[in-house]
């Protein structure tokens, strides 16, 4: 591989990181994926034991419970149906609150990253002098040249920043 290869191979990498990283500390991703794991452990338990006893039933054990719990909130529509009343509840109650958690999580995770940068500026400014300082390698010396001007310009007001504050 070749140098600027590998510079660029770290620069995704760390892109990604800060990626990960971003959508674990800004978006509610993680919390409710969490919620959601709860839940499906709680609705196949309840539909398991909803269908304990019931000769008809294809779902004979948490296992199977717990394959119907996914199979029927991701609407594949590969599960089979409760037999008992009680378990058709409880399995229609997750297929409503599992889908909508799952979809609604995606959708939250997805609007809350994308609107994060406009309601921090700076950080969107500060992330893109750190993509672009990860690209030095393939700026021309004129570029380099306006990079310089522009970072003097930034240290000239920082200074002054610093002198003007009690």
Do not use: C
Request: proline share 3%; no cysteine; glycine share 4%.
């Amino acid at each position: 591989m070749t140098k600027s290869r590998i510079s660029r191979d770290k620069a995704r990498h760390k892109h990604m990181q800060r990626f990960v990283r971003d959508i674990s500390n800004h978006t509610p991703f993680s919390k409710m994926v969490v919620l959601l794991v709860v839940l499906w452990l709680i609705f196949s338990a309840a539909l398991y034991f909803s269908e304990r006893g019931f000769e008809a039933s294809s779902i004979d054990s948490y296992g199977k419970a717990l394959y119907w719990g996914v199979a029927a909130f991701s609407t594949a529509g590969i599960a089979d149906a409760p037999v008992s009343a009680m378990a058709r509840l409880v399995g229609g109650m997750w297929i409503v609150i599992g889908s909508v958690l799952f979809f609604g999580t995606i959708v939250a995770t997805a609007t809350t990253y994308f609107m994060r940068p406009l309601q921090r500026p700076h950080k969107q400014i500060i992330d893109t002098i750190e993509y672009n300082l990860e690209q030095l390698d393939s700026l021309s010396l004129a570029e380099l040249d306006l990079l310089k001007d522009t970072v003097d310009t930034l240290i000239v007001h920082v200074e002054n920043l610093k002198q003007n504050q009690p």
